[in-house]
């Protein structure tokens, strides 16, 4: 079985959050979550499947940009 991956390409199931996208926010909402005594699993759940990987990696920057830290490196402690 050849699956085209051109076909693939753009058929991907999460979409950018078209409104109200705020890379600044989200790292802001995150970092408060990880700080916490316990890590507030429904803030990630609305946060990270709901925005599409360019969003994350917006995110991903920010966070770094904002704390100085992977933000991969926090969430493993």
């Known amino acids: ?5 051109l076909y693939l390409k753009d058929t991907g199931t999460v979409k ?4 109200g996208f705020n890379a600044e926010a989200d790292a802001t909402q ?7 005594t316990f890590i507030n699993e429904t803030i ?3 946060i990270i499947p709901h925005r599409s990987n ?3 990696q917006k995110i991903r ?6 704390y ?3 933000i991969i490196n926090v969430y493993i402690r």
């Open 30 to 36: 995150i970092r408060n979550c990880l700080n916490s």
């Open 54 to 56: 360019a969003q994350r």
């Open 1 to 5: 079985m050849v699956i085209s991956f």
């Open 61 to 66: 920057l920010m966070y770094k940009t904002m």
């Open 68 to 70: 100085g830290k992977v």
């Open 44 to 46: 990630l759940i609305n």
């Open 16 to 19: 950018p959050l078209t409104s």
